[in-house]
């Protein structure tokens, strides 16, 4: 049986311990080296959906032609960002109307820090390093990971999810 006092230095122990561990660092989170590689695959399946997500990252998402939306985005386009409506219609008004994002010319290359592409079955998931500002020391940043997953159906995406909270 432990002493009131072990109990109560055992629990200040715990305090520091638990109230340290939100003072180190987490590791960074990085892109990879070679972003191309990672949207292909030797399966026939899943590179062409792999190769659909590129497109949808790199023409739609980063260089805003969202006219080309059709040729990547089923009609019903199921969306589960809070912010934006379902249906490719609404995605492409969210991108257009709300946040007014500008046509620029398509790279060669995607320019997002990717981290990871995971394909299974009809799903693709891309993960994208994400900066943001510590709350605690607004002139700091930490890094944290951004996800979109896409379903695809007949070679388009037709449902897609991520990690934004409402704005």
């Known amino acids: 049986m432990q002493s009131p006092k072990t109990k109560a230095a055992l629990c200040a122990l ?21 972003k191309e590689a990672l949207f ?26 969202w006219d080309k939306a059709s040729d990547y985005l ?3 386009y199921l969306q589960h960002n809070p912010n934006a409506a379902s249906g490719r219609d609404g995605v492409v008004a969210f991108f257009t109307k709300v946040l007014k994002r500008e046509k620029t010319p398509i790279p ?41 997953t896409w379903r695809f159906v007949d070679g388009k995406a037709d449902e897609h999810w991520d990690s934004s909270p409402k704005f």
């Open 14 to 34: 715990g305090i520091l311990m638990a109230g340290s561990s939100t003072s180190f660092a987490q590791e960074a989170v990085v892109a990879a080296s070679d």
């Open 40 to 65: 292909t695959s030797p399966d026939p399946k899943l590179n062409a959906n792999k190769q659909v997500a590129y497109k949808i990252f790199r023409d739609l998402l980063e260089a805003n032609h």
């Open 74 to 76: 089923t009609e019903r």
């Open 108 to 148: 060669d290359k995607i320019k997002s820090p990717v981290v990871f592409v995971t394909a299974e079955g009809d799903f693709v998931t891309v993960a994208t390093v994400r900066t943001e500002k510590d709350p605690k020391d607004p002139s700091k940043t930490y890094t944290t990971t951004w996800y979109d």
